[in-house]
């Protein structure tokens, strides 16, 4: 439930950032963003802290998980640094305008949507064949992100990745959720966290030595098929 009202408003939220945008500028974008941030964490300071002291140390948050996990980590960072990647091209060689792209991250979010209502159900009988699955097509979809020309190229590819982000972010949260609780939480969160940040560091260091936006997304092509281990 959490995950379908976070895409929903992941679909309403760029249409309306473009809009802002068009009208009034930045200025006016970044107050109405920083006043949301300030209204969204009131209610934490009415939350009860629970202090536990915890040892553990990064070595050990390391060691102690499983080679399968941080290397889907990896590739769930490297996606989302190459989503970045992505709409940088988009704007600065295709659509070169702000309405056009709060459209292209609205359809992906859009897709996203649909794609948790049909997948849900099904990720709870066959989480790893959708995981894999969802990796292959993945892969196909940044490969053919590598080779859009056009508007109705961003328009068609961001709706197939949105549903396909789906096919591959419902099994892989499940089945991390599910090996976190096998373990100790704090530590797989904190590796899961180290892994992600990994993916998109390295991701960016690419771009500085291919010097090429469209050609780095080819990346995705590669990391999409690390999903296949599982």
Known sequence: ?????RVLFLI???LIGSFVLNIAGFKPLFIVVSLLFFVSGLPLLKTKDTRKRIKFSIKQVITDQRLKYGIGFFSFGADLGLWLIWSVFIYTSIIKGYTGLGLASSLVALFMLLSTLVIGKLSDLYRNNLLRVGGVFSSAVWL???YASSVLHVNLLSSVYGFVSGLVAIPFTALGYDEALDGDV??????REIMIHLGKIIVFILVLFINDLQSTLLIGSITSLLYLIF
């Open 144 to 146: 053919f992100k590598s």
């Open 12 to 14: 309403i939220g760029p």
């Open 186 to 191: 704090l530590e797989f969160t904190i590796f």
């Open 1 to 5: 439930v959490s995950y379908f009202f």
